[in-house]
């Protein structure tokens, strides 16, 4: 453990204005990219898939049975990790902002993890599912996994706030969570590359895949720097700025780059 003082003191009301200045830009940004993806994107779908046993009476064997259970659209698919970054932002800009504020001045912003468990989640699941990651069991494991790793985020600030030395224990879980639908994620990409049934993955997948694996483990980064209070993350705002501006960057990269690889009009 490392020695560390989170902050408890009253935030300047100017910062809390321009952050909720901040948040509401941020909002609309997610907002417009969103309803622009719903509304120009084509009709690409992606198929999920169940893999229950079925079992052959002829031979006496056990074998998968994989049925289509559904067709997914995948432009409203993208849209909606958007959508739901700029109910979080709309949120603490307005109705949500005086328990914001308040959360801020403990050093913790909950809102802030739970809309990533949703939001990231999604994100991951698009990515897997553009390696062949069409199971539906898989799919679940994958967002319930890179959901708690967020939720893990929670229990570091929150454990953190009433502890005088920072305990690493609920990230260290977080980033063991966190990893695994990663490494799901290479073993499909790598078995699409290497199959020899085709030329593999569009180019577009190349860049997503390493671009995002980066953006997902600079969040970490920046928690760590927080806790650490290296340079101008001893103030936690300016941790939480980076954050919001990490979030916008991160969503906003893998959108364009699968619309511009597969869900642009031709």
Known sequence: MTTATITRVPIPTDKLKSLRRFNGIMGLLHLVQGVFMILVSNDTTYPI??????????????STDPQLLFELR??????????ISAVAHGYLATIGFERYARDLSRGMNPVRFYEYALSSSVMIVLIGMLT???????????FTLNATMNLFGIMMEYHNYYTKRVDWTAFIYGCVAGIVPWIVIFLYFYGAVNSGGGEGPPAFVYVIIPTLFVFFNIFAVNMVLQYKKIGPWRDYLYGERVYIILSLA???????????????PV
Do not use: Q, Y
């Not at 898939?49 to 056990?62: Q, R």
């Not at 991160?250 to 642009?264: D, E, P, Q, Y």
């Open 74 to 83: 995948f432009g409203p698919a993208v849209a909606s990790f958007l959508l």
């Open 132 to 142: 062949g990651l069409w199971d539906l069991g898989a799919i679940l494991l994958i």
């Open 250 to 264: 991160a969503k906003s990269m893998l959108v364009w780059m699968i619309w511009t690889g597969t869900l642009a």
């Open 49 to 62: 898939f169940t893999n229950f046993l079925s079992f052959d009476v002829d031979t006496f064997t056990l």
